[in-house]
């Protein structure tokens, strides 16, 4: 028993730790040079704060009073659909040097905000931010044109000095993703018929193998079956958190 809890606490202590605070779950992944703390919104929607930076993610009233949270130093914004994209929640949490980035196609929602294309990268709020592709393959609408085209919106991954953290947007398991190299953590979405289903998740997560993995924007899907897909992935922890 004595072996059982020096384990968990060096896991904690390694990755971090589950809080309720303010309403929302937190993880608190420890890096390099501090605390990493990330907060569970909603859908996908995202809270991150570290070195004394707040990023805030595809911001959405619907998932929170915006009034009640940290002001953002850095904001990002993956693509223009309104469970994404919030100009009324974003002015809650801007402040007069506030960064704002995002894909193109968001600019009608948000004048303010700067472009930033695949395959770019920023160095904003003392963060590195790269721009990555998000799209569909197979998912598409009845008209045939794919949920998410090829070119529009972005996944990001944040470098916070060393520890990588992709938040995927709303995408399908692409080859650029599988393609993707040292990811600590990695928020995938799942759920139909948008994103993608927990087999393509799986696929995805063992291509890149994050070390963390948390189902984000699943909607109605079943976060438990991906976490039987990935059982046997020694080195990956799957974590479900309030995300749908």
């Avoid at 589950?18 to 605390?35: H, M, P």
């Avoid at 909603?42 to 990023?55: I, N, P, R, S």
């Avoid at 520890?163 to 040292?182: C, H, Q, S």
């Amino acid at each position: 028993m004595k072996n059982g809890k020096t384990i968990l606490i060096m896991i904690l202590l390694t990755f971090g730790f589950k809080s309720f605070a303010a309403g929302f779950e937190k993880d608190v992944i420890r890096t390099d040079k501090g605390e990493l703390v990330l907060t569970f919104i909603g859908h996908g929607t995202l809270m991150m704060e570290y070195g004394g930076k707040v990023v805030h993610i595809d911001p959405v009233g619907q998932y929170a009073d915006y009034a009640k949270l940290p002001k953002a130093d850095l904001i990002l914004v993956t693509h223009q659909h309104g469970d994404h994209l919030d100009g009324a929640a974003i002015a809650k949490i801007k402040k007069e040097n506030t960064e704002i980035w995002m894909a193109e196609v968001c600019q009608a929602g948000c004048p303010e905000g700067k472009v930033l294309k695949n395959g770019e990268t920023v160095r904003a709020a003392g963060i590195e931010v790269e721009a990555v592709p998000a799209y569909n393959i197979v998912h598409k609408r009845p008209n045939g044109a794919p949920f998410h085209p090829k070119g529009e919106g972005n996944g990001y991954i944040l470098d916070f000095d060393g520890t990588r953290v992709y938040v995927a947007g709303d995408t399908e398991n692409i080859p650029e993703m599988k393609a993707l190299k040292n990811i600590t953590v990695a928020f995938l979405p799942m759920n139909l018929p948008y994103t993608m289903t927990p087999a393509m998740v799986a696929d995805a997560a063992r291509a890149f193998h994050p070390k963390i993995l948390y189902p984000y924007h699943f909607g109605n899907t079943d976060p438990a079956e991906l976490v039987k897909l990935l059982a046997g992935e020694k080195d990956m922890e799957v974590r479900i958190r309030k995300l749908q």
